[in-house]
């Protein structure tokens, strides 16, 4: 098994490229081996240069409410009274951390999204 750093773009497509052609490979084979490393190898490259941004607060609990087939109202255990419900989807008021443990226990919301600055308006804090 001759198998080399991605070290550039160049690398990485050819890897890319590689892992499409062993994607039938069975487990326990030699191209299934390959097949493991080369995943192994395309991951770490793809962490260290195309990092994940995580989703604006905002955007993921109207993204949740959406999937969930929630309204404002239901948010109230977690965020608080109606009003301030609107204010944190309008953008206006910041989530506390209190607001995010319990959002992130009650909607399964990432606590990672949760903690970004909203992007989406500019919440004055409180």
């Known amino acids: 098994?001759?198998?080399?750093?991605?070290?550039?773009?160049?690398?990485?497509?050819?890897?890319?490229?590689?892992?499409?052609?062993?994607?039938?490979?069975?487990?326990?084979?030699a191209e299934g081996d390959?097949?493991?490393?080369?995943?192994?190898?395309?991951?770490?490259?793809?962490?260290?240069?195309?990092?994940?941004?995580?989703?604006?607060?905002?955007?993921?609990?109207?993204?949740?409410?959406?999937q969930?087939?929630?309204?404002?109202?239901?948010l109230v255990p977690m965020i608080g009274a109606l009003s301030r419900v609107d204010d944190v989807l309008n953008g206006v008021r910041p989530l506390t951390l209190a607001m995010i443990r319990r959002l992130h226990q009650g909607l399964g919301i990432p606590v990672?999204?949760?903690?970004q600055p909203c992007r989406s308006k500019t919440a004055i804090a409180v």
């Open 68 to 74: 969930k087939g929630l309204t404002p109202k239901d």
């Open 112 to 115: 990672e999204s949760l903690i």
């Open 34 to 66: 390959r097949l493991d490393v080369l995943a192994i190898l395309v991951e770490a490259y793809e962490t260290r240069h195309f990092p994940l941004e995580f989703a604006d607060p905002v955007e993921a609990i109207k993204f949740c409410m959406d």
């Open 1 to 29: 098994m001759n198998i080399s750093p991605i070290r550039n773009k160049d690398d990485y497509e050819a890897a890319l490229k590689e892992v499409q052609s062993l994607m039938s490979a069975e487990w326990g084979t």
